[in-house]
């Protein structure tokens, strides 16, 4: 598993999901806040390049790898870009978050 490949291709992917359900309102919410919740705790407390022990005996502990490449090109995400992406996914959830506040019309 890659970091560029959990914090840039997964809301990529995540983005036509909202797209489909944008006809119920308030689940398309409540898919979008738990969504950003996750990442914004993956990209807060998941350690890159250090291995993570599951406690579950004969599985191997997995290594979240820092870089990925595509198409000739190395994309990367080390620890010192962390707190970087934990306060822009901080700052997506407050904005998912108070969609819930503001009126929706169908």
């Not at 999901?17 to 998941?46: D, E, I, K």
């Not at 990925?68 to 407050?94: E, W």
Request: charged fraction near 10%.
């Amino acid at each position: 598993m890659n970091a560029p490949l959990i914090f840039i291709l997964l809301p990529a992917v995540f983005t036509p999901v909202l797209f489909v359900f944008q006809r119920y309102p308030r689940f398309n919410q409540v898919l979008g806040t738990s969504a950003m919740l996750v990442l914004l705790l993956l990209s807060w407390r998941l350690p890159v390049n250090s291995p993570i022990f599951l406690g579950i005996p004969g599985i191997p502990a997995l290594v979240v790898s820092d870089s990925l490449f595509f198409l000739g090109r190395r994309f990367f995400i080390d620890d010192s870009l962390r707190p970087v992406l934990t306060l822009i996914y901080l700052a997506l959830n407050f904005w998912f978050i108070a969609s819930f506040v503001s009126p929706i019309k169908p």
